[in-house]
């Protein structure tokens, strides 16, 4: 842990320019050795014995330093602190306190979903009659990671939006757990049929109704990938925090239908993947969500994203090691350029020729901000353009082709 000084100098009442520098000048040859003799004590006397912190999204974590020499505060107060960390946590406030005997300078943190690094503090001194400010940059010898739990909050997401109309009406033909149909073929209606299997087009053309038939295909399995570029870290709040709160929505809702879930996760910098979730372990949507670590400088507007480039390989990899039979897999995905929206094409066929259903949901970053917040900064006006002009682009090809495509507002509830 090491310090750097900056020492400030208020002198209140009026007086000669030439008596006014005098008195600068000798303050400062009087007092410069021993001020900076001074922080650097209490820069080696303040402490921090653990080095990694948990809490729940949206409350209050603290983290205690251990001020080990009392006396060099005695003559000061701290009235301002900043925090040397990512912008996915703050410091909502400090306060000296006695635990125990032992003097601690608690600092109170507040962030949103994900692992933070914090390297250190600016800590502001001022001497009690307001005539001199010391700032004092400490930087911890290890950084401090402070990890965030999402929270647990009902969205507009329903496991039914993974599924076609088709395939709801048809799931209580299978015994087996999960939800799935395969259309057999088009009969003539009788009596107590469901009107939503009427088939409309053979309808028309017959001059009668006519029904749907179903043969039973159960999915018993959700693969869930999130592809999260910088850009789903930036904004307040982040788009992390929703796409976060969908997919603990999603899973708890499959569990509850008595589907198994997996969830894989992919960043700029790492891919992660949980175990198949059942009702036993399903801390572990949370927990996949609590190790994506934060950039330091994230932005909203990326021409390219890393993850989006091996989105298709890490999709087609869980979901062999996944599905020995048909599943359901979403796709989190917020495309960048042309190569980003080839790529989902060709994820489609590659698991369609294993039987498996994809759906997409896009995530576009300044667009979650913006219809997740109340007002919205001017510069992402453009940002919001470009984003709405690319998800018109692949809604055109998905449905052109009979697949189906979610915009954050389907499945989204700010």
């Known amino acids: 842990m090491f310090a750097l000084l900056e020492i ?22 009087v007092t410069s050795t021993a001020t900076s003799a001074l922080a650097q004590h209490i820069a080696k006397s303040i402490a921090i014995e653990a080095t990694e912190y948990s809490g729940i999204e949206g ?3 603290a983290i205690p330093l251990e001020i080990r020499s009392v006396e060099a505060l005695r003559f000061f107060r701290i009235p301002s602190i900043l925090l040397d960390a990512d912008p996915g946590i703050e410091l909502v406030s400090h306060r000296l306190r006695n635990n125990g005997g032992r003097c601690e300078l608690l600092l109170v943190l507040r962030g949103f979903v994900g692992t933070h690094s914090v390297k250190g503090v600016v800590l502001l001194l001022r001497e009690v009659f307001g005539l001199l400010n010391i700032f004092i940059e400490m930087s911890f010898e290890k950084d401090v990671r402070v990890c965030v739990v999402p929270l647990k909050i009902a969205t507009r997401f329903s496991i039914e939006t993974l599924l076609s109309r088709e395939m709801l009406y048809g799931s209580a033909l299978t015994r087996r757990k999960g939800m799935g149909i395969d259309i057999l073929g088009i009969r003539e209606y009788v009596p107590g049929d469901d009107f939503r299997r009427i088939a409309w087009k053979a309808t028309a053309k017959a001059q009668r109704l006519m029904v749907k038939e179903y043969e039973g295909r159960s999915f018993r399995n959700v693969v869930a990938v999130i592809a999260l570029h910088n850009g789903h870290f930036a904004g307040s709040p982040p788009p992390i925090q929703h796409i976060s709160r969908a997919i603990v929505d999603l899973v708890n809702k499959a569990l509850a239908r008595g589907m198994n879930v997996r969830v894989g996760v992919v960043t700029e910098d790492d891919i992660g993947m949980t175990s198949t979730i059942s009702k036993g372990n399903v801390y572990e949507v949370h927990k996949i969500f609590t190790l994506v670590t934060w950039p330091k400088n994230p932005a909203m507007f990326h021409s390219y994203s890393s993850s989006n480039r091996i989105v298709r390989w890490f999709t087609k990899h869980i979901v062999s090691e996944t599905c020995k039979e048909p599943c359901i897999v979403a796709l989190f995905i917020d495309p ?22 994809l759906r997409v949901f896009l995530t576009p970053s300044a667009s979650i901000t913006f219809l997740c917040s109340e007002k919205i900064s001017e510069h992402l006006i453009p940002v919001i353009q470009r984003e709405k002009s690319k998800m018109a682009q692949v809604i055109r090809l998905y449905t052109s082709t009979d697949k189906t495509v979610y915009t954050p507002t389907d499945y989204l509830l700010c």
């Open 8 to 29: 400030t100098f208020s002198l209140r009442s009026l007086a000669p320019l030439a008596l006014f520098t005098a008195v600068i000048m000798l303050s400062m040859l």
């Open 336 to 357: 960048q350029d042309d190569f980003d929206v080839e790529s989902i094409e060709r994820l489609y066929r590659d698991l369609k020729a294993q039987r498996h259903d």
């Open 59 to 61: 409350e209050e974590i």
